[in-house]
T-cell receptor, first 113, second 107 residues
Framework: DGGITQSPKYLFRKEGQNVTLSCEQNLNHDAMYWYRQDPGQGLRLIYY???????QKGDIAEGYSVSREKKESFPLTVTSAQKNPTAFYLC????????????FGAGTRLSVL | DAKTTQPPSMDCAEGRAANLPCNHS???????VYWYRQIHSQGPQYIIH???NNETNEMASLIITEDRKSSTLILPHATLRDTAVYYC????????FGKGTRLSVIA
């Protein structure tokens, strides 16, 4: 099946710990995105990448880091500098350019222990 | 991206058409109108998009006014499974999502 796979579905972080959320796509899309969603709110852009080995900060990049070493993968690390990491994290991909449809994964729900 | 305004919530009877409005009065000429929906605790699902002309696909119809300052998403025969938050976005990727409209389809 073609699509976007996010793992794990649920993740727990201890205080002071870095955690990495996985996002893999087999759609051959050039662009990938990470969003954060808090309860009752819309989606806020964390980082996006339009091509391998390049990425840009979104509106709320502080406390997060990403890498784009492979076209199909765009992992997000939530660092200990992110003081309020509890949220629903969504990964998306699109063909590329600025007029293309973004397709989303099922999300990862991160909670702090 | 243009700012969009949507009603926070709407109800619709099952089997009737659901008409969801969106205002995007500051949209620029090259910005598309996208509609997505999000069922609780799932990732957003693409529904439809358009630039100037009205569009229809197997899920919905999109009506864009001639001045492009507003649009309406139409679900022709709403079912209980259409209960979700519907997002209208006016812009280009990366897309900017507001709070959307919570549509409740009632039996």
């Amino acid at each position: 099946d073609g699509g976007i796979t996010q793992s794990p579905k649920y993740l727990f972080r201890k205080e002071g710990q870095n955690v990495t959320l996985s996002c893999e796509q087999n759609l051959n899309h050039d662009a990938m995105y990470w969003y954060r969603q808090d309860p009752g709110q819309g989606l806020r852009l964390i980082y996006y990448s339009q091509i391998v080995n390049d990425f840009q900060k979104g509106d709320i990049a502080e406390g997060y880091s990403v890498s784009r070493e492979k076209k199909e993968s765009f992992p997000l690390t939530v660092t200990s500098a992110q003081k309020n990491p509890t949220a629903f994290y969504l990964c998306a991909s699109s063909i590329g350019g600025n007029k293309n449809i973004q397709y989303f994964g099922a999300g990862t729900r991160l909670s702090v222990l | 991206d243009a700012k969009t305004t949507q009603p926070p919530s709407m109800d619709c009877a099952e089997g009737r058409a659901a008409n969801l409005p969106c205002n995007h009065s500051t949209i620029s000429g090259n910005e598309y109108v996208y509609w997505y929906r999000q069922i609780h605790s799932q990732g957003p699902q693409y529904i439809i998009h358009g630039l100037k002309n009205n569009e229809t696909n197997e899920m919905a119809s999109l009506i864009i006014t001639e001045d492009r300052k507003s649009s309406t998403l139409i679900l022709p025969h709403a079912t209980l499974r259409d209960t979700a938050v519907y997002y209208c976005i006016a812009g280009n990727t990366p897309l900017v999502f507001g709070k959307g409209t919570r549509l409740s389809v009632i039996a």
